[in-house]
C-alpha cells in the first residue's frame, strides 16, 4: 500500500509498523484496532509513544482512536495525508446518484474481496458513510483534538484529466467542479487539518493524485518524490 516509502523510511533509520486497521470498516472498529496496534509497538519497543502517519480514512480512524479510545497519551504526532477530515464530495455525489440497489451490489463484491485480503469484517457501505460531509461534520464535532499530540496534514493536487487513471480521472474531473483543487478523491481544502505543512504538484499535467502521494503505483514522477 505504501510503495517503497517504508524501505526508505527504514533506510534512513526510522522503525517502521503498519496500523493494520481494516480498510472499510466503522471508525469505532478500526480506532480500536488500531489502538490495539499502537499498544503491541509500545511493548516491543519499549518506548513510550508513536508518530502516526495516516492516509485517506486512515486518518479519521487515528483522529478517533486518539480521541475517544485513549490512545493519546502513546500517541506524539499525528501526520495525516489526504484525509478527507471534512468529507468526500465524491461520496455524498454517489450515494444520490447511484440506487441503492446498485450501491449494495457493489458493497457486496468489496466486501468479499476484502475478507479474502484479511479483512474480518469490511462493511463498505458503512465505510462509505462515514466520508459524507454531514458525517465528518458530526465527526469533527465529537471528536477533539488532545493536548499533548501535534496534528499536521499535507495534500496534493492533480492538474488534469489524465494526471491518474480510472476512477481518479473522473473523480478529478467531478470534484474539479464542485470543490476545486483535489487528488482525484480528497479536495485539498477537506485534507487541511492542524498545521497544514503542504500543498504537493507538479509543473506538469501530471499532477499528484491520492494514490501517488503514498507511491501507490511505484512510479517515478518528474517533480515528484513520494519518498522524499
Known amino acids: 500500500y505504501w510503495g517503497r516509502i517504508s524501505k526508505e523510511l527504514l533506510r534512513n533509520g526510522a522503525v517502521v509498523y503498519y496500523g493494520n486497521q481494516q480498510s472499510a470498516a466503522p471508525m469505532a472498529i478500526s480506532g480500536a484496532e488500531l489502538k490495539s496496534q499502537i499498544l503491541s509497538i509500545l511493548e516491543k519497543e519499549q518506548c513510550d509513544k508513536v508518530n502516526i502517519i495516516a492516509h485517506s480514512k486512515g486518518g479519521l480512524?487515528?483522529?478517533?482512536?486518539?480521541?475517544?479510545?485513549?490512545?493519546?497519551?502513546?500517541?506524539?504526532?499525528?501526520?495525516?495525508?489526504?484525509?478527507?477530515?471534512?468529507?468526500?464530495?465524491l461520496v455524498d455525489i454517489a450515494i444520490k446518484k447511484i440506487p441503492n440497489s446498485l450501491i449494495r451490489f457493489l458493497a457486496k463484491g468489496y466486501n468479499a474481496m476484502y475478507k479474502k485480503l484479511g479483512d474480518t469484517e469490511p462493511d463498505f457501505q458503512c465505510g462509505i458513510n462515514d466520508l459524507t460531509k454531514k458525517q465528518c461534520a458530526l465527526f469533527n464535532e465529537e471528536v477533539i483534538d488532545q493536548e499533548g499530540v501535534l496534528y499536521s496534514s499535507v495534500a496534493s493536487k492533480m492538474s488534469s484529466f489524465f494526471s491518474a487513471d480510472f476512477p481518479l480521472n473522473v473523480g478529478y474531473a467531478i470534484l474539479r467542479r464542485t470543490d476545486g483543487d483535489n487528488d482525484g478523491f480528497v479536495s485539498v481544502e477537506s485534507s487541511k487539518w492542524g498545521h497544514f505543512r503542504e500543498i504537493f504538484e507538479t509543473k506538469s499535467n501530471r499532477g499528484v493524485s491520492h494514490g501517488d502521494m503514498i507511491d501507490l503505483t511505484r512510479k517515478n514522477i518528474k517533480g515528484f518524490d513520494a519518498c522524499e
Not at 500517541?75 to 468526500?88: F, I, R, W, Y
Open 61 to 89: 480512524d487515528a483522529r478517533y482512536a486518539i480521541s475517544c479510545l485513549g490512545a493519546a497519551p502513546y500517541v506524539a504526532s499525528l501526520t495525516t495525508v489526504g484525509t478527507p477530515h471534512l468529507g468526500c464530495s
